[in-house]
């Protein structure tokens, strides 16, 4: 009897890249999707990050190659993003990830370099990416973008304001590409994770993370990378046609608890 769906749900073959591929949440990315079968283009900044990444997806039997990237860079950007097009045949799919936080007081001293630099990596860095991609994602005539915002998108945490208003700037950035670009073919959509075990993360006492998952999170816990993966994937799978200028929260329902 023959199927009644007619949607793909595989990126087999699909070419993607992912920012900020070394750890966390985006190298959890890139391991899912090469284990569903596309070939996944690591990025990062060093390159000792990077090859272990490379080398860990061919391991487990993927198809994986990196290159070393500075979202804040301009010209790397686009050599990167050229290169890499130019050694898959083709660029499908573009995680957005590459990210970092500083704790900082507006009154503190450095505070506008400290904005400057989280602007550069997490929201003008974003663009570009974009706009570097766009001729590849164009051509592939079904190119899905994600970018990786935050919970700090949806509301707000002392001290970190930089952070926090490049992030709301992420989410305000996906929906206006996902009215423009749809005429290409192409979706915008992010996700928004909430309390992960990440890089970022780790500097904060385990005890810490107890007392505030017990009273904040409804599943009682910090999630992993592999979760958000999971939910970067579901917004790429040509069956995702029709999703696009979603903010989709990753987080246990943290940011709908009340008290």
Not at 24 to 33: I, P, V
Not at 130 to 159: C, M, Q
Not at 233 to 242: G, N, W
Request: hydrophobic letters at 40%; proline letters at 3%.
């Amino acid at each position: 009897m023959a199927k009644l769906s007619k949607l793909s749900r595989s990126i087999a073959g699909k070419t993607a890249l992912v920012t900020g591929a070394a750890s966390g949440m985006g190298r959890a990315t890139a391991h899912l999707f090469a284990d569903e079968g596309a070939n996944v283009a690591v990025t990062d900044l060093t390159e000792d990050g990077v090859q272990k990444v490379v080398d860990e997806i061919r391991k487990a039997g993927g198809s994986a190659e990196g290159w070393v990237l500075d979202v804040a860079n301009k010209e790397q950007i686009e050599s990167v993003v050229t290169t890499i097009a130019g050694h898959f045949g083709s660029l499908d799919i573009l995680i957005n990830n590459a990210g970092f936080s500083h704790h900082m007081s507006v009154e503190d001293d450095g505070f506008e370099e400290n904005w400057q630099r989280h602007m550069d990596v997490l929201l003008t860095g974003h663009v570009r990416m974009v706009r570097a991609a766009l001729p590849h994602l164009k051509a592939s005539g079904a190119g899905r973008i994600v970018n990786i915002a935050s919970t700090e998108g949806l509301g707000a945490t002392p001290e970190i304001a930089p952070y926090t208003s490049a992030k709301h700037g992420v989410i305000g950035l996906t929906r206006s590409l996902a009215v423009e670009l749809p005429k290409y073919g192409i979706t915008v959509n992010c996700i928004c994770p909430g309390a992960i075990h990440t890089g970022i993360t780790a500097r904060i006492k385990d005890e810490h993370k107890e007392i505030f998952s017990r009273r904040r999170i409804p599943l009682k816990r910090y999630g992993e990378p592999e979760e958000v993966a999971h939910a970067t994937l579901s917004l790429v799978l040509p069956a995702a046609s029709y999703i696009n200028g979603v903010a989709l929260p990753v987080d246990a329902g943290l940011t709908i608890k009340n008290a």
